[in-house]
């Protein structure tokens, strides 16, 4: 007993204990755990005296009953630890094979607390209160929910927020962050690898997103952190934490914890428990299950008319077929297309989540979407399927999402449309969408870098401030944010999107699947509005082909190359840089019998206009013209999205005025200048890959 007091009497002295320290030990009295107890029932540190931390859970039911019934909060055994290289995270938090995730010692909880470390130290708070955890529903989705969940406890997370289920799709986790509690959610831990595969020998991933909405930056991910931080757990079934101490030096490089140390016991959360249902986790922290749609469907109400929508999509001469790809955005198609838009359940497919997403790969293209492309009427490269004969059989517009419903692919009856080219008509039929048209149209749009110059043209011609970015949805969302966060222009609304199938607007902070379904749907209803039921209705094609004899259209596809060793792919991106970029072109690109001669290489950078920060090496830039004078453009990029090796992304890009060579299949307009490409980069020599795993 420590008594704080010079008093004698023994009433006095009770009264004025201010702590207790009490050791237990085994039956040879020798000493096994050493904590400081308060008279208020709260225990303020818990020592291991011995190297064996494996029975400390029976110890306490054994010997300290009362301690556990009783829920002494904010015990804590402190553990050395040692580093884990490889937890770098990438373009949208850290994706690995799921074994590393469940297998490796508290891999979880130190990416976690590296999280948290970070938040806290950036909100103005210096601590964080209320947190969404939310997940795609891929595998390992609830099991690592409730290790987050102790971890959150421990760091004094008053409130975290999850969907029924677990599961919520990452635009809606973004809607939710802005309007949710009252907008006092001050960030999202969201459990996904997005459009990678899922499931037990597939990926997992885990990322971060602050309280605007937004994905967090660079300067959250590259935080530099020196002092010595702590990794905090809740035991729920003894209710004491566990506090692992380590130092972080980086964020971004994040360690492991020593491999004697595991967490045991406890109910977890039932996460299919009924909305508003809350669990007590610690005295003072609890985790309460949400609406995941409410909020989402509202944010969408507020960017397009539902009423004409519904109206116009009753019509028996027009129909829809969305493909969720048994991703998260299914639930919430069903939501918005069945339960708002009075659809039938014929306009959807996959709609229902698996961890597995039922073997397939959730990514929204030519290539795994493939169900959606036949029933679409289209030949697996995005042409027409000539088999067909009877095109009223076919839907008007067809859409998919991938694994965690912020990507889209558009297409029509036989015609598939660019993630570029679908930017780039969003912002040229701006009048069709309220979002737009009750501000006087767009005050910003942007594209990432790789994606093709279809929206520049429309920008331009449109006098609408344009904006190239790096890949990754955090450089807009500084743009959409520039007055809200940094009190600077603003640029909203704001349409921005990306080539790798995103698309969305600033009444969230994430690319946003169904929005750019909804904005279609707007588009094709819009260009109907005059068109009698009896007539042939416009279709997606005849807006996509008006487009292009107005600005010109942009040949546009994208090589993937999946899989590739690590080593192979930098030395592939070092060649281009040393012989290109820093080479001389004429000596290491001579001309050749193809007429199509490289003229100028550069690697992209980017400074933020908004807040000044700079982005370097994030795209090789090769210039070509070919013999008639026309100029192309091939971008060679390392992906930050996969879990394992390396994917090697080729961008190709050739812009063309003359209509009447419109309509050529992409692949087959650009496969010249691709082949050009390979060969100078000498991309099978060096990766061994005779042909891309994908094209789209």
Known sequence: QHYNTQDEDNTAIFNSIKKLSITIQDEDNTALFNFIWHPSGKCERVYSCVDSRTTYTSLFQAQCPIFAEGGIADATVEVETAPIQGMRPGTSGLRKKVEVWSDTQNYVEN?????LDTAKQRDPTGKIDTL???????????????RIFRVCAGNGVNKVLVPKGGIMSTPAVSAAIRDLDGGFVQGAIVLTASHNPGGPREDFGIKYNEGLGQPAGEEFTEAEVSENCTLVLESVFLSFCILFTYNLWRMTEVWNLCPTVRVTGG?????????????????????????????Y??????????????????????????????GAGGPFARRLLIEELGMSEDALMRCNPLPDFGGCHPDPNLTYADELV??????????????????????????????????????????????????????????????????????????????????DVVAQARSIPLFITPTG???????????????????????????SFGTGSDHIREKDGLWAVLAWMSIIANANKDVPANEPVVTVKDIVKKHWKKYGRHFYCRYDYEGVESGAADTLVDRIRELFVDGNIAENAPSDNTGIDLIHAEEFAYEDPVDGSKTSKQGLVLQFKNSLGDTSRVVFRLSGTGSSGATIRMYLEQYEKDSTKHDESAPIALRALADRAISLVAMQEITGREKPTVIT
């Open 374 to 455: 036949k029933k679409m009427g289209m030949a697996p490269d995005g042409s027409a399927d000539e088999s067909i004969k009877d095109l009223t059989v076919l839907p008007t517009l067809g859409a998919a999402n991938d694994g965690d419903g912020d990507r889209n692919m558009i297409a029509g009856s036989q015609f598939f449309v660019t993630p570029s080219d679908s930017l780039a008509l969003i912002c040229d039929n701006w009048e069709a969408i309220p979002h737009f048209a009750q501000r006087g149209g767009p005050n910003g749009v942007a594209r990432s870098m790789p994606s093709s110059a279809a929206l």
């Open 132 to 146: 969404i955890v939310a997940g795609d529903g891929r595998y390992y989705n609830n099991e690592a929910m409730q």
């Open 267 to 295: 109910p977890d959360v039932n996460l299919n428990a009924d909305i508003g249902t809350t669990f007590q986790i610690t005295p003072s922290s609890l985790v309460v299950i949400i609406d995941p749609f409410e909020v």
């Open 473 to 499: 949805w955090k450089f807009f969302g500084n743009l959409m944010s520039s007055k809200e966060l940094f009190d600077g222009k603003d640029y909203t609304p704001f349409l921005c999107g990306e080539e």
């Open 297 to 326: 469907i509202n944010s969408l109400k507020s960017c397009f008319d539902f009423d004409m929508l519904r109206s116009f999509w009753s019509r028996n001469d027009v129909s829809i077929l969305f493909d969720g790809m048994h």
């Open 111 to 115: 990416f976690v607390q590296s999280l």
